[in-house]
């Protein structure tokens, strides 16, 4: 196909208002002078829809973007989405094997009609089309700029005519049209044809339709090539000698005859129109000579005659306002127009300039970019599965490494519950990056992996208690863990850090066996190696003391059984996961993360060799590490805003990550940017998250709105979209095709009008040279071949520890290893401040 095709698709906009549909047309009518001719294009499918289409002949490099400027100004005019395309309708294979073409032909007549625009449907002309209901039936209107001389006596001849004095001539916006139809028969191809004439909003004139045929001169050839032939057999001609002698001249005679009416039939009209149309080459409506109209002759009375009515154009050439074209291209709406898109919303100016991650583009292909400076105040995503929030989301996240190739004071954290959601955030890091260990995993089900340390808290053993189980507080929910579940915890939790430091094994297993997990005879052998260590080590005494609170002499196993209870069943929940807290696992705290700026994927779901892990054990966990994430945030990252640091957090499903308690990811949110928090968290589930979650979400500086079918949360879309003013409607936000979205955000603070944007294709492309080249213009930076900035081998993770024996055996000091090494984190005394968040630790247990 040698021309340039766009496709129109419907919009989910609200209806056309007439008198801004007119004044858009005028815009449409300019942008054609900077091409030679353009077709507006409706072709009836198979299946009743009507599709339409914007063809342009190939031409410069100028008139190229001129086409494109044309597809651009009919989407506003029309309210559609106009894209190239290269699937445009084969015209003739579905009208048959003798498909009929008729044009449009003016009829003479003296006196002007007195049809208006005013009020008239915009979707008119397609409607007609579409209930003429005639599978392959289409309709052509093929355009050109009119020279100024067929004007203005167009413009003579109306008034000649006495037609309105409001018409449409005598705007300054005029363009020469010739109208094509073709159908399977001629009855069908006439009807369509005077339908869409008289629809046609504010024509005046009648219009006939004409045949495209062959033309007289083949079959003229072709009656004298047989004629003389017959005449030769019938003895017409004796007298010219016999027949023997007849025959060469008779072969002389209707040979060239023949031939001449086969050459004039292939050259014939209707046969070079068959085969441009195969390529889309619609021919450009007649230049001719204008024709004035002519003083009427009188008689000799001095009565002026009737004149003969003089049409100043060709008779296939209509001059018409470009609305009454543009119309055809309108799509009729519901079922006839098949599944509609989003409007078009092209990126604000300020989001076109390099200032941070691209994103996209819109329909124009102008790039949309988000704030860098803005991001602290967080990128939220919201759509159902499979339209494109996770391959938005690692965008982000490439940009993001990208960054730390030439300024590495950023940390990286992903929280991913799909093994491979955390398959393709490793293999971007290595794309963009060219390190394969760029970015460490941390996979829940995976015991190769290291797991981040929950116990990682500086302080005493108790200390260390006491932030564990307000963690486990947030993790299970507010309310679950009561006042005598918090003390049986404060009771052993101490013990089982000690019996782990002391190689006993992990503490959770051991805290759930010191609660009687395993029975109390269990239990109780178990707090007695704490007891008879604290005899000679004085790292025990205060685990040894905190036990007698259920292993006291006077505590009965019966009333050590109901005190420790509920929380046994807690704990329970968390000893399942096995793997996690596997005491030969090598492990990783968050203060070193965040102090080494470090790139972690923590998958806490299914891992990426199949491994299955419970929803129930996906949310605990996830929850129990933002808290301690929080925390560890509040200790490390003070002032990190100010430094030009960065704590970059990506979550991919917040309802997972964000527990049944609001503290954590609200003050991500709202305090978190003084510590250089910069949250991107998406969810398909928003109703499921807490309401002051939710609303926190919904307040991030950035939001990609992706498509919703659930009424609540278009709701929530519309609401946040038309807040600075802008039109958008519900179903608006329905028709958002995959892998586009709707962004809000702001520059400097400032809003930003929302636009439609198609999301970025690198990684599905494995475009990743692109990638960087499209990003590098959003950093002002050259990347070349510089690796992201990682040591080879990550010090700060610790190795697992082998457990020295069973862990009810008697105490032994040879069984004692080394002191866990102390975290490497910057020297702020202030940074384990006990009332960091505003919660200071209770010196007596019974306070919690």
Known sequence: ???????????????????????????????????????????????????????????????GRGAASLAANLAATIDAVVEPCDDVPDLLAGLGDRPCLVSARVRLESVAGRDTAAGADPAEVAKVVWRANVPGAWVAFTMRTPRPAEVSAYR?????????????????????TSILVGAPDRSTADDLLRQVVAAMPGLDINADPVVVGSGSLPWLLGAGS???????????????????????????????????????????????LLSRLDGLDFPAPRRAAPKHQRRPATDSGGVPRTARVVYPLDRSVLLCAPHMLTGLAVPPGGSASGPATASSRLVPASLRAPIGPMLGADADGNPAH??????????????????????????????????????????????????????????????????????????????????????????????KAARFIEAARYAFGEGTLENASI????????????????????PIALTHR???????????????????????????????????????ANVSASTRRTQSQAARNKLAQLAEIETWWDAGRSRVSWEDVLANHDAVVVNLGTAADGTQVSDRQTQLLSSLLLFQLREAIGRVCVG????????????????????????????????????????????????????????????????????????????????????????????????IPRYFAVLRTTVAGVRQTPCLI???????????????????????????????????????????????????????????????????VPNDPDRFSPDRFNRPIPNDPQDW
């Open 156 to 176: 003579t001849w109306v008034s000649s005519r006495g037609g309105n004095e409001s018409h449409y001539s005598r705007g300054g916006e005029l363009l020469a």
């Open 226 to 272: 047989a004629g003389v032939y017959g005449a030769h057999v019938a003895g017409v001609v004796p007298a010219l000698g016999s027949v023997s002698d007849t025959w060469p001249l008779a072969l002389g005679l209707s040979v060239p005859a023949a031939l001449g009416a086969h050459v004039a039939l292939a050259r014939c009209g209707r046969n070079r």
């Open 514 to 552: 010191l609660l009687g997990g395993f029975g109390d005879t269990s239990a109780t052998e178990l707090s007695s190696v704490v007891r008879a260590a604290a005899v000679t080590d004085e790292s025990a005494v205060e685990a040894a003391q905190y036990t007698e609170i259920l292993f006291g």
């Open 758 to 824: 198609g999301i970025g294709d690198w990684e599905m492309r494995g475009d990743w040279a692109r990638f960087l080249t499209d990003q590098q213009a959003a950093t002002g930076e050259s990347y070349g071949d510089v690796v992201e900035r990682v040591p080879e081998h990550r010090g700060w993770v610790k190795p697992g520890v082998q457990p020295a024996g069973s862990a009810g055996d008697a105490y032994d000091d040879s069984t004692v290893a080394a002191p866990v090494q102390a975290m490497a």
């Open 370 to 463: 988000l704030s860098a400076d803005d991001l602290y105040g967080g990128v939220g995503l919201l759509g159902v599965p499979g339209f494109g929030k996770s391959v938005a989301m690692r965008v982000c996240l490439g940009w993001v490494l990208a960054r730390r190739i030439v300024d590495d004071r950023s940390c990286v954290i992903v929280f991913e519950n799909k093994g491979d959601g955390a398959t393709a955030c490793r293999r971007m890091a290595q794309s963009v990056t060219g390190d394969p260990d760029s970015m460490l995993l941390i996979d829940l089900a995976d015991a190769s992996t290291p797991a981040i340390d929950v116990f990682a808290f500086p302080g005493t053993a108790s200390q």
């Open 640 to 735: 990190w805003q100010d430094q030009g640091r960065q704590v970059n957090i990506f979550a991919d499903e917040l309802s997972v990550l964000a527990g049944s308690s609001p503290e954590t990811v609200t003050w991500l949110r709202d305090q978190g940017r003084s510590y250089g928090v910069r949250p991107f968290f998406a969810t398909q589930y928003p109703q499921q998250l807490h309401e002051r979650v939710r609303d926190s979400l919904l307040g991030f500086a950035t939001m990609l709105w992706f498509g919703q079918n659930n009424p609540e949360i278009v709701k929530s879309a519309v609401s946040d979209l038309t807040l600075d003013g802008s039109d958008f409607t519900g179903a608006d936000i329905a028709a």
């Open 487 to 506: 003390e049986a915890l404060n009771a052993v939790l101490p013990a089982a850090l000690w019996l782990s430091d002391h190689g006993h094994g992990n």
């Open 1 to 63: 196909m040698n021309v340039s095709a766009f496709k129109v698709s419907p919009t989910a906009s609200k209806q056309l208002d007439p008198a801004i549909y007119v004044q858009r047309a005028k815009a449409f009518e300019s942008s054609l002078r900077s091409v030679k001719q353009a077709t507006l294009l409706a072709v009836t499918g198979d299946d009743g829809t009507l599709d339409a289409f914007l063809v342009t002949p190939p031409t410069s490099k100028r008139a």
